[in-house]
């Protein structure tokens, strides 16, 4: 995989929750650039974990609102924009919490099924085993998978919910 050295980055910052913040980036960035030829779609935070019956309602909004809603405007604006140049990848960010249930993170939990697209039927269950790697994953690991969905070797990958556990 080819790295670029000298990369023209722009930074921004947004409240993905906001719809018209993330409106925003979406134009700025074609602003700069003229088009979005990729994008890591990454929204998300934990919240406070709690029992699902304590698990407070503005709680709940709040990591939804982030979690799903941020990716959801996300895919729509950049969309609309891939859509009209013809062509851009995306990569959305779900975690393990996407894929099982996350003990004491309703929020988290169903937010993040929310965006691989299943039901949240294992919220209730606790994530206490360890994976066979017996550690938790690098940044750059999932990184190098962000950066290889990304490009042109990735092309025929569509649709995929790829698991980045350990094992």
Not at 29 to 57: H, M, P
Not at 82 to 107: C, D, E, H
């Amino acid at each position: 995989m080819e790295v670029v050295a000298k990369a023209e980055v722009l930074l921004l910052t947004a409240n993905v929750a906001e719809e018209e913040q993330v409106k925003k980036y979406v134009d700025d960035t074609v602003s700069r650039f003229g088009q979005i030829d990729g994008f890591f779609n990454n929204a998300g935070v934990e919240g406070k974990q709690d029992l699902t019956e304590d698990f407070g309602s503005n709680e709940f909004q709040k990591v939804v609102s982030i979690n799903l809603n941020g990716v959801f405007f996300g895919m729509k604006y950049v969309l609309a924009v891939m859509k009209k140049q013809g062509s851009g990848s995306i990569v959305k960010t779900a975690s393990v919490g996407g894929i099982r249930g996350v003990g004491n993170q309703s929020g988290y939990a169903a937010s993040k099924h929310g965006v691989v697209g299943d039901n949240w039927e294992e919220v209730g269950k606790e994530f206490v085993q360890p994976n066979p790697m017996k550690r938790f994953g690098k940044p750059e690991e999932v990184g190098y998978l962000v950066a290889f969905l990304l490009s042109d070797q990735a092309n025929f990958i569509n649709a995929a919910v790829v698991q980045i556990d350990g094992g």
